[in-house]
């Protein structure tokens, strides 16, 4: 199905992905939710619906907690554009830095308000940071590695064919271990659908069982690895730490930057994913009406 032109809107579909990937793989700044793979795997979480102004970018509508919301990755619509979608959409999510800084003045001259989105920002880590887990700021990580090291037999290998049974197996167990669904349904399609998504991954093994996975793709022209998903039993302490290490060494040398993604503005995650040291964020912005 192609994408319709605007103002009509079509939900997301796999067919689409020759329309959207190759635009959305240009971008540059790496906001993790523009990727055609995160799109469509929360199309059924947000109500995600496409459409395209020829020749100019693609537009995204959702929904989240009973407010309509828009998504524009390639450039932010034309006033009049933005005056009609604003008609039944509360806000612009997700504008990337660099279309801030070119268009803000434009949309506040316009009667819009900017704001940070502070909640949505992807959290950057240096590779080789992570990697390495060198220096005092990463002494408890390296303990919690050591001691995962020390105190099991462990195996790293490739999802592939071969493997994605298991990381299945580790993602059904991981629910019941939470007892919430979660993120479960799009963890799960990815896992079938990881192939044609162009999504890379790993599956760990503890004594020769699987108990974790991690799983995303390359963005930002593929300087920087989004980490879409990642799953573990908690059976093993200190296997976060060490999937975490061991997938940023298996990933190319040419990969600069690790995103793995927003807080969502929950305390104990963003003090969680600080602790890894960032070298820098995503930043995102918000446009709504004045």
């Known amino acids: 199905m192609k994408i319709p032109e605007y103002p009509e809107f079509a939900?997301?579909?796999i067919e689409m992905r020759d329309e959207l990937y190759p635009s959305l793989n240009l971008l540059s700044d790496g906001v993790s939710e523009f990727t055609f793979s995160n799109l469509y795997l929360f199309r059924n979480t947000y109500g995600y619906r496409a459409s395209h102004i020829l020749g100019k970018t693609f537009l995204i509508s959702g929904e989240k907690r009973g407010e309509r919301f828009f998504l524009a990755p390639c450039c932010v619509p034309e006033?009049?554009?933005l005056e009609t979608l604003f008609l039944d959409h509360a806000y612009l999510k997700n504008m990337s830095e660099t279309q801030c800084l070119a268009e803000r003045i434009r949309l506040e001259a316009a009667g819009y308000q900017v704001?940070?989105?502070?909640d949505n920002f992807d959290y950057l880590y240096d590779r080789h940071d992570l990697a390495e887990l060198s220096g005092k700021a990463y002494h408890k990580k390296r303990n919690l590695v050591n001691a995962f090291i020390n105190s099991y037999s462990y195996e790293q290998k490739t999802l592939d064919s071969?493997?994605?049974?298991?990381?299945?197996?580790?993602?059904d167990r991981w629910r019941e271990e939470k007892g919430v669904d979660g993120d479960f349904a799009a963890a799960r399609e990815a896992l079938e659908l990881y192939e044609p998504l162009g999504m890379r991954g790993a599956v760990y093994?503890?004594?020769?069982?699987?108990a974790g996975y991690a799983l995303g793709e390359p963005i930002s022209k593929a300087r920087m690895f989004a980490v879409h998903f990642e799953k573990a039993l908690g059976a093993y302490k200190g296997i976060y730490q060490f999937i975490n290490q061991a997938f940023a060494q298996s990933l190319p040398a040419y990969i600069k930057h690790v995103n793995r993604e927003q807080d969502l503005g929950d305390e104990g995650l963003r003090q969680a994913k600080m602790t890894y040291r960032p070298v820098g964020f995503v930043r995102k912005f918000r446009v709504m009406p004045a």
């Open 205 to 210: 093994y503890v004594d020769g069982k699987p």
């Open 162 to 171: 071969g493997t994605v049974g298991d990381a299945v197996s580790v993602l």
């Open 11 to 13: 939900p997301i579909g």
């Open 115 to 118: 704001h940070e989105d502070r």
């Open 79 to 81: 006033n009049e554009t």
